[in-house]
């Protein structure tokens, strides 16, 4: 491989990085201040935004340790078979890098992935030291989220573990079909597993913690995954079906979605268009709904159009559920119980939670109400209050078009 400078190598790794999803940046417009006009750039090598687990929005360096990889999965631009330029960062680069950031301020955090190099162990063994130098060498208090290889040996992700605040493992694609078709080399039952004992150390780690204040933190922003969409056949009834069942079963921090973006000299087998972006932020909100409004897996599946499977895209999934639901409809402001209140389209956690608080004082009307929402118009078919009864609107023949967001003009160049 040609020697490169540091630079040059961030370059190349920040870039490889970007096809994650954990990143709330990554989908921004290209800007620069190049040419002395304005201040700032969205172009900058390898700094991304995440949340940490108290909610703050934390800036992190985002870099792959390196692009090379023995494995050849179709959709990824780092495969084997790629022929894009290759660059590899030594575990020492990585913490001087991130300690450099971190002094200038720049970064509070480190998110490290890689392709693989000779062999799963001996990769996350370089991961491993990058964590394990930056808080034993250097006492980094910043956050660190590493992307383990689930074929490493379970002793070296422990390892992770003890120094990483988050960990994740890809299931990469929703269907052990799409799996074995597009990632040949990956196994669905190793990835579960490694979930799995993952899960089950996060919890041995956090009962040594309540019988003794001195025991070790393991992994305390616990693990998430990623699920790339639209590279193979899936629909979105799997797609939120997989993620409900890995939430369940390993106690996921997040599932992340990442719209399948066709790649430099992609594989024969990919398809040739990316799924509409609309798509991935529907499984976003589906995925919310399971998350914080208490909907399960068939209940939203019930959503999604009966002939696709997939969620519609002119409405968000909340509003699918309840015009495919009417009879759960108008429920009573001043009555109804928190989780009747949480499937009201238009109605976050927040506001419902506000309203509970207020009609203990007194019954809420209309207008009350619309001061807790962005759209009024979306919510009234939906509610009784003091001083309303919508009567036969919810069964109305064109509620939907009365509540859905009006039709918007095509970028003919997005
Ligand atoms: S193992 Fe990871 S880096 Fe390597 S080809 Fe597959 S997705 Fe890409």
Redesign the pocket.
Known sequence: MVQLSTRAKLAILADAAKYDASCASSGTTRRDSRGGKGIGSTEGMGICHAYAPDGRCISLLKI?LT?S?????H??????S?DVRRARFTAQEVVDLTLSFYRRNYIEGLFL????IRSSDYTMEQMVEVARSLREDHHFRGYIHLKT?PDADPDLIHQAGLHADRLSI?V?LPTESGLKRL?P??DGVRIEGAMSRLRSDMEDGQDARRKYKSAPRFAPAGQSTQMIVGADAADDRAIIARASSLYDRHKLRRVYYSAFSPIPSPSAVLPLKRPPLLREHRLYQSDWMIRFYGYDAQEIAAATDAATGCLPLDIDPKLAWALSHRATFPVDVNRAPREALLRVPGLGVKAVDRILSSRRHRRLRLDDVARLTTSIKKLRPFLIAADWRPLALIDSADLRARVAPPARQLDLFA
């Open positions: 792959l692009n990889c023995i494995f050849d999965c959709y990824c631009i780092n495969r084997r790629s992935s890689s392709g693989i290889i890809n990469e990632a080399e990956k």
